[in-house]
RNA sequence: CCGGGUGUAGCGGAGUUGGUACCGCGCCACAUUUGGGAUGUGGAGAUCGCACGUUCGAAUCGUGUCACUCGGACCA
């Protein structure tokens, strides 16, 4: 067999079967790795570094946005998990309790925060009295638990890491802004770093955060046609308010409840990214977002001057704001080719003495497979117009694929044909009830996946019982 | 949580009617190589997921358990 060593490396064809190949590329591409405890997840350094791109973008535009970024224990005593009932209700069932402190039972048990509203209500009940100080834009990058039964990398770990924003505004008006400020801000880096084209909406009062009086979401659709959730802002009125008795004095000297706001992104958007332009090859990561933009692949290295030259490249590129390595090891050029299209970097260079004397190089775009011979002197600039062009690239596929697989149907057995055909996005008329909802599951097996910003007038008929509905819904399957 | 599958060296696999573990890749050393996963020679590496049981003897049989995985239910 030509290609013993190949299957060492070999993953799952995509076509086949799509949730094993991307198990297949998270451990292949080195960005997870199993623990001894379920649900529990290495974040190798490959995938880490994604996560600081991820977080190092959303960050500068927090703070840009005027918000502080600050640290909450990471223990709640149940009795403070308890003071909002929805929210209790939703969570409960997932918290992992501490119930020994060293070897002596605790007085109350603590909740591993699965999400810190009721830690940020607690704070503000002691620090929040006057309109003077409102709002508080607060935000945190740490890690939550939720004991889920079904783990996968990225997707649904147990622990995994996020940012929360918490805010909280002396005005309704003000604090729904908010929200949708910041979901703007999602929206953003799904689309311009992320390369993944949203569907921004409204959930319905069925599929919202617990606790929230609306949360907003962008809905993305993975390769395989399936939505996946990449990040929500709720806008919870004044109900955590209440629950916490956090009050502010207005400037009418009264007694007044103050509106909140959270907002969060985690690490499974990875896992959407990597659902979104990957293939049968491995990862195919959007140049904003790879941590190594450009690998150089020396070529017959033994031979004088190839190495001084790579070198002196990847300096060119670096110089130029490109992020750029070369990979001087003993492994043959072939390998190098498989090893970094597994791991999804945007472009490779090739660079050797027949190019050397030619003055060139050759580039080759990770996404589509071209070569492009580039003169060396020209390289910085070349290569940062390709990366550009890859980019746009990867978010034009995505939205062809999004567009390609969004339908309308007036029925809900109309949906439930489309799905099963061919899957993706459906758009129908909804007349708002929960019942519907709910038989539109059983039907045609999917989910509301928002009420689009974007609204169409498909009719005035809900798809499912046929009354006055003013409301178009899209809906999916979801991971 | 329910149902199916899988756990043997770092990885992928083989292992017969129970008899004391093989192969390929990778790894280490040296040499030759280098434009799509190189080749040769030599070498290291496993109490067979874990526990208990049956047996003179268990990778193999039984019970339990844990993990991974696929599907479903659940889940913001």
Known sequence: ??????????????????????????????????????????????????????????????????????????????????KEADHVEGFAPEC????????????????VRPTSETLFCDHWHRVVH????????????????????????????????????????????????ETERMLEVYADICENYLAMPVVRGVKTDKEKFAGAERTYTIECM?????????????????????????????????????YQTSWGMSTRIIGGMIMTHGDDRGLVLPPRIAPTQVMVIPIAMHKGGVREKAEELVSALAAAGIRAK???????????????????????IEIGPKDIEKGECVAVRRDSGEKIT????????????????????????????????????????????????KGGFVKTMWCGDKECEVEMKNIAGVTSRCLPFKQEKLGDKCAVCGKTAHKMVVWGVAY
């Not at 119930?99 to 002596?104: A, K, V």
């Not at 004991?147 to 003000?174: C, D, M, N, V």
């Not at 990979?327 to 472009?347: H, Q, R, T």
């Not at 060396?376 to 390609?404: C, F, S, W």
């Open 96 to 111: 992992a309790w501490i119930t020994y402190g060293g070897s002596e039972k605790l007085e109350e048990r603590l909740c």
């Open 222 to 258: 993975m390769h395989d046609r399936k939505a996946l959730q990449s990040g929500t802002s709720h806008y919870f009125g004044n109900g955590f308010s209440k629950a916490f008795d956090v009050e502010f004095t207005n400037k009418n000297n009264e007694k007044e409840y103050p």
């Open 374 to 421: 580039v003169s060396i002197a020209d390289a910085p600039a070349r290569i940062a117009e390709l990366l550009e062009t890859v980019q746009k690239g990867l978010y034009d596929k995505a939205l062809a694929n999004l567009e390609e697989h969004t339908y309308t149907a007036s029925t809900a057995l109309e949906v439930s044909d489309i799905m099963a055909d």
């Open 1 to 82: 067999m030509a290609n013993d060593k190949n299957q060492v490396r070999q993953i799952t064809n995509m076509e086949e079967d799509f949730t094993q190949w991307y198990t297949d590329v998270c451990i292949k591409a080195e960005l997870v790795d199993y623990t001894s405890v379920k649900g529990f997840f290495v974040l190798r350094p490959y995938g880490y570094a994604l996560w600081e791109n991820i977080m190092g973008q959303l960050d500068r535009e927090f703070k840009r946005l005027g918000h502080e970024n600050v640290a909450m224990p990471m223990l709640i005593p149940e009795s403070l998990l308890q």
């Open 326 to 348: 070369a990979d001087y090891s003993e492994n043959s050029p072939g390998w190098k080719y498989a090893e970094y299209e597994m791991k999804g970097i945007p472009l490779r």
């Open 130 to 177: 006057s309109w003077r100080d409102l709002p508080k834009l607060y935000n945190q990058w740490c890690s939550v638990l939720r004991w889920e039964k079904t783990t996968r990398p990225f997707l649904r770990h147990r622990e995994f890491y996020w940012q929360e924003g918490h805010t909280i505004h002396a005005s309704e008006a003000e604090a729904i802004e």
